[in-house]
């Protein structure tokens, strides 16, 4: 129902991405990833797909794991130093890698969001990025144009929604997963509370519930932390 977004089932939430879909991941490293809808899409088994995300998890967790499983054919992302199986996979030749510098790749993004085709930027301007890209002077100055994204799929992590797919995030979770949400032709948000509409304070709402489709609670969050660092070893 339009009125009740809430879905019960993370493999039913997922059902129909089919091979070959393109996805917009929220999370920067391993904070604010939609772990449970990954661990859904790797269950499935869906393959061949185009992923789009700041960076590809670890070996062992976040969109990693669908590395691991060899069912991401292209990555769309800005960081990938973490991952050996990424490094393994792109050296072979199996894997598809669109390096795009991190500003670049938000704002491509959002511009998919707010319906915007393409944008001029500096950025990338003389380096190996520029590559078979149209570029354009503005006042003396050479700008690249980058092309606005859109995916089939959102998957997002929030901290809070209420029933009409309204979220709120929290603190540095909250990074690329506003953007991912308005940029899914279907985005789905897991979350860790689902309150009734009207319950959230209009001031407090991140992404409005217009771009959301389906919401699922999430439960046991393992939230590690990606590389511990303590004094002494920096």
């Known amino acids: 129902m339009a009125s009740n977004k809430v879905w019960s089932s993370f493999s039913e939430a997922v059902a129909d991405i089919g091979d070959g879909s393109t996805l917009i991941v929220g999370g920067f490293g ?3 990833i939609p772990e449970k809808l990954i661990d859904a899409i790797k269950d499935k088994g869906t393959k061949d797909l185009t992923v789009v995300s700041n960076n590809c998890g670890v070996d062992d967790w976040g969109l990693g794991l669908l590395l691991a499983n ?7 992302a800005s960081y990938v130093g973490e991952n050996k199986i990424f490094e393994q996979q792109f050296l072979s030749g199996e894997l598809e890698v669109e390096l795009t510098p991190q500003g670049t790749l ?9 319906g915007i085709p393409g944008f001029y930027t500096a950025t990338g301007v003389g380096t190996p990025i520029a590559e078979d890209k149209e570029v354009k002077i503005f006042n003396g100055k050479e700008y ?9 799929f959102a998957l997002v992590k929030a901290w809070k929604a209420d029933t009409m797919g309204n979220l709120v995030f929290r ?4 990074n690329f997963n506003p953007l991912a949400a308005t940029a899914g032709k279907i985005t789905i948000a897991e979350v860790e509370e689902i309150v009734e509409a009207g319950e959230l ?24 932390i990606e590389r511990r660092v303590v004094k002494g070893d920096a």
């Open 30 to 32: 391993l904070c604010g």
């Open 70 to 76: 060899k069912q991401i054919k292209k990555m769309v």
């Open 106 to 114: 938000a704002e491509r993004i959002r511009a998919g969001g707010a």
């Open 144 to 152: 690249l144009l980058e092309e606005g994204i859109i995916g089939d």
């Open 171 to 174: 603190k540095t979770s909250r």
């Open 201 to 224: 304070d209009p001031d407090e709402i991140h992404t409005p519930g217009i771009y959301v489709q389906r919401v699922l609670l999430g439960e046991n969050y393992e939230k590690r």
